[in-house]
Every structure is written in C-alpha cells, then in structure tokens.
C-alpha cells in the first residue's frame, strides 16, 4: 500500500517546470512521514515493553529505548501536529515517573496514552 502511494504521489509531481524540484521535495517527505511512522512504532512497542517490566524495575531499558525514539521524531511530529507532540511528551513522562515508581497501572495508562496518540498520528500522516 505504502509503494503505491509512493508512487503515485511521486507521479504526481511529474512534469512541468521544476518537475524535478517538485518529485525531490515529495519524495523527501515521505522518507520522512515514513520514518516517523516507523519510529511511533517503535515508541508503542517500547513503551508497551516499560509498562510491562515497571514492577518488576526491569523497565528501564525499554523506557530509554523508548524515549530515544521519541527524540528522533518529535520535531518531525511537532511539525504537523502540535497538539500530539505535546500529548506524547506528557505521556511519556508519566511514563518515567511510573517506571521509576515501579507503578504498573500508571505505566499501563501513560503506555495507552502514547499507543493512542501515535494511532491518531500515523491515521492523519500515513
């Protein structure tokens, strides 16, 4: 499905002048929208991972994991939405606090916060 976007927006950017200006700056859009699809993954997962391991304090890991994939896609995210950026690094400290606390429950939720809103994000921004 992906490919097929890609192509087709790609093709869109064809001809006329500055085609080739038009095909690079879209092109270099969707490496980006993809990887910050790729890297909410990420996030989901380790986040999912922390809130598994936090009572047992083994969530560490997967929190700085976590956190370090969040850093690579913030500014990317915070340049389309805002509100989600904020959202997310909200949640994602709520998310260290439960770690650190070893409170499962809060990590549970701060988890479902972050899988919520990376949802959102890569509906709006595939």
Do not use: E, H
């Amino acid at each position: 499905m992906l490919a097929v976007a890609a192509f087709v927006v790609v093709g869109a950017g064809c001809g006329g002048a500055g085609g080739s200006a038009n095909q690079a700056a879209t092109a270099t859009t969707f490496t980006i929208d993809t990887a910050t699809a790729d890297g909410m993954k990420s996030i989901v997962d380790q986040a999912n991972t922390a809130a598994l391991l936090s009572t047992s304090g083994r969530g560490g890991t997967a929190l700085a994991a976590c956190t370090s994939a969040w850093n690579r896609v913030r500014a990317n995210v915070a340049t389309r939405d805002v509100r989600t950026a904020r959202t997310l690094d909200g949640a994602l400290a709520s998310l260290g606090q439960a770690v650190q606390a070893r409170n499962s429950t809060a990590a549970v939720d701060a988890a479902a916060t972050i899988a919520t809103a990376a949802a959102r994000y890569t509906r709006l921004y595939p």
